[in-house]
């Protein structure tokens, strides 16, 4: 076990499926604006995804924030790597880059 | 305790100082705030890095006086 346990645990979920989304609820019930805009995003283009409630566990919700060196949630990763929050998706979303850059990562999209 | 657009304004500026700045308060809550910065320290970065610069020019502030700050970064057209 490394020095931070709560960064192993983020590894982890962060590998255990190609797109991961740290956010405020659950898909189902986002509790918060930005989180649920991410989430339509994502069920818009097709995209299966894990969601991980920070609200239910403190120490993933403050310790994300440092493993990304980004201050807010949500957070979206990629296989593994951070893609940015709710304005960063938003605009590649907007921009049709999100599309093309789920495909070079290998994460198949619905045609819309 | 929010922060005011000035105040977020003056913050990145002294940290990015030739950040052309435009904020929007979305809520007029002080707390909901749209920023648009554009500057040449930006050209070559990622989104992400972009970000975290102006996350770092709030000093914290970003995440908790600050609840939203819908944000927009861009590198000057040449």
């Known amino acids: 076990m490394s020095e931070n346990p709560v960064f192993d645990r983020i590894k982890n979920e962060v590998s255990s499926d190609d797109v991961v989304l740290f956010m405020k609820g659950t898909p189902v019930f986002p509790q918060c604006g930005f989180s649920n805009a991410v989430v339509q995003v994502l069920t818009y283009l097709g995209v299966p995804f894990k969601g991980i409630n920070v609200l239910e566990d403190d120490d993933i919700r403050q310790g994300i924030k440092e493993f990304s060196d980004w201050p807010t949630i949500p957070q979206l990763y990629v296989k593994g790597e951070f893609v940015g929050g709710c304005d960063i998706v938003r605009e590649m979303f907007e921009q049709g880059e999100l599309r093309d850059f789920l495909a070079q990562k290998g994460v198949e999209t619905e045609a819309v | ?78």
């Open chain 2, 1 to 78: 305790m929010a922060m005011t657009a000035s105040e977020i304004e003056h913050l990145i500026k002294e940290a990015i100082p030739d950040a052309v700045v435009d904020i929007r308060d979305l809520a007029g809550d002080g707390d909901h705030y749209a920023a648009n910065v554009v500057s040449a320290s930006f050209k070559g970065k990622t989104r992400v890095q972009q970000h975290q610069m102006v996350y770092a020019a709030l000093k914290g502030g970003m995440g908790n006086e600050l609840h939203a700050l819908a944000l927009q970064t861009s590198a000057p057209q040449d």
